[in-house]
């Protein structure tokens, strides 16, 4: 199981822009490069849903909502994946987490809400 740290959340203003930060502090790289990473998030209310997802060739793939808008990104020296989110709207709002596909490994959330 991976050990995950998400960072990063806050209160924004519609347009505005954040950075996720998904730490694997204690992670090996014989784990960490192979794997692939989802962020998920959650909105009050609602069901968990996946928003991007990157694998260890670097592919990714995005939920229809955030094309365009949200980029994720990782870095294997620094065992570290992020999710550049621009353009942010209220419907983004929600507590965002980081997850090893196929693994039990979850981090414990960042906040994040896109208010006026």
């Known amino acids: 199981q991976v050990y995950l740290v998400e960072s990063g959340g806050g209160l924004v203003q519609p347009g505005g822009s954040l950075r996720l930060t998904c730490a694997a502090p204690?992670?090996?790289?014989?784990?960490?490069?192979?794997?692939?990473f989802t962020w998920h998030r959650q909105a009050p209310g609602k069901q968990r849903e996946l928003v991007a997802r990157?694998?260890?060739?670097?592919?990714?793939d995005y939920a229809d909502s955030v094309k365009g808008r949200f980029t994720v990104s990782r870095d294997n020296n620094r065992k570290r994946v992020y999710l550049q989110m621009n353009n942010l709207k209220p419907d983004d709002t929600g507590v965002y987490y980081c997850?090893?596909?196929?693994?039990?490994?979850w981090g414990q959330g960042t906040q994040v809400a896109v208010s006026s």
């Open positions: 990157i694998t260890a060739r670097f592919m990714t």
């Open positions: 204690r992670s090996i790289t014989s784990v960490f490069n192979p794997s692939t």
């Open positions: 997850h090893v596909e196929g693994s039990n490994s």
